[in-house]
């Protein structure tokens, strides 16, 4: 048996799943965004990046 992984599929999955967090510096929500012109979670008040994808 062959899994067969689509890594667009899991990085939308590893966005949507960190969206909607609380920033770990600030009292800010993590949002979808870019970041140095890659998809990223940013957070909304201090926008630091939590995860890039490339
Ligand atoms: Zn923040």
């Known amino acids: 048996m ?3 992984e689509d890594p667009a599929t899991k ?6 799943t ?3 967090n609380d920033c770990a510096f600030c009292d800010g929500t993590l949002t979808q965004g870019r970041y140095k012109g ?6 909304s008040e201090c926008e630091t990046p ?3 994808v490339w």
Request: glycine share 4%; net charge negative.
């Open 2 to 4: 062959q899994q067969l």
């Open 38 to 43: 890659n998809d990223a979670v940013v957070c």
């Open 50 to 52: 939590t995860v890039q």
């Open 11 to 16: 990085q939308d999955v590893l966005l949507t």
């Open 18 to 20: 960190l969206e909607g």
